[in-house]
């Protein structure tokens, strides 16, 4: 099974600041077969990021994905209140497995 | 639009049975597969099972294997989760997500979540 390790497991930035999240997984992950999910508070988890960089329908530009192999990173270029949430990656190449989390927290 | 409808809050006694449920609509039914996931208070996202609606085929997760079932009835476009035997452990939020057959484990639509609580 892939192990995928988040971090950091907080992290706390002023509106506008621009937020970088890491997912490294314990081998590579096929096809770049990576996704990223928001959960808000009180939600449940929303597609964001999937083939490693490509948004989802109806996903703010502002938000953005890299990586191959092993590593992998989402940006918030300009973070937004409204982004506080939990961010899990996921990968789905090999059966599928997801981190476990970094929370966005708004200053 | 796409829109997955789960069943309401739960609160069932250790050993009770259950079967939550999963309606979508928005699109055709057999076409995508259902995936049920666990997030335990304050946790992540577990992936339990998922099936084909098309042909019921399942896979459940190591983790769930015998403690879980994953079923669905075509003709009214909804899927279930059931448990014979419920513990306390068993309390948690369960999402149902949507996935293309072509890329099973991507999520593209999720459910609201039905909030299930054991106590006795």
């Known amino acids: 099974e892939i192990v995928l390790t988040q971090s950091p497991g907080t992290l706390s930035l002023s509106p506008g600041e621009r937020a970088t999240l890491s997912c490294r997984a314990s081998?590579?992950?096929?096809?770049?077969?990576l996704a990223w999910y928001q959960q808000k508070p009180g939600q449940a988890p929303r597609l964001l990021i999937y083939?490693?960089?490509s948004r989802a329908t109806g996903i703010p530009d502002r938000f953005s994905g890299s990586g191959s192999g092993t590593d992998f990173t989402l940006t918030i270029s300009r973070l937004e209140p409204e982004d506080l949430a939990v961010y899990y990656c996921?990968?789905?190449?090999?059966?599928?497995?997801f981190g476990h989390g970094t929370k966005v927290e708004i200053k | 639009e796409v829109q997955l409808v789960q069943s309401g809050a739960e609160v069932k006694k250790p050993g009770e049975s259950l079967r939550i449920s999963c309606k979508v609509s928005g699109y055709s039914f057999t076409n995508y597969w259902i995936t049920w996931v666990r997030q335990m208070p304050g946790k992540g996202l577990e992936w339990m099972a998922r099936i084909d609606p098309s042909d019921s085929y399942t896979h459940y997760s190591p983790s769930f294997q015998g403690h879980v079932t994953i079923s669905t009835d075509k003709s009214i476009d909804t899927a279930y989760l059931q448990w014979n035997s419920l513990k306390a452990s068993d309390t948690a939020m369960y999402y149902c997500?949507?996935?293309?057959?072509?890329?099973?484990?991507?999520?593209?639509?999720w459910g609201q979540g039905t909030l299930v609580t054991v106590s006795s």
């Open positions: 083939g490693a960089s």
């Open positions: 081998q590579s992950v096929s096809g770049s077969h």
């Open positions: 996921q990968q789905y190449g090999s059966s599928q497995t």
């Open positions: 997500a949507r996935s293309d057959e072509t890329l099973i484990g991507l999520f593209d639509y």
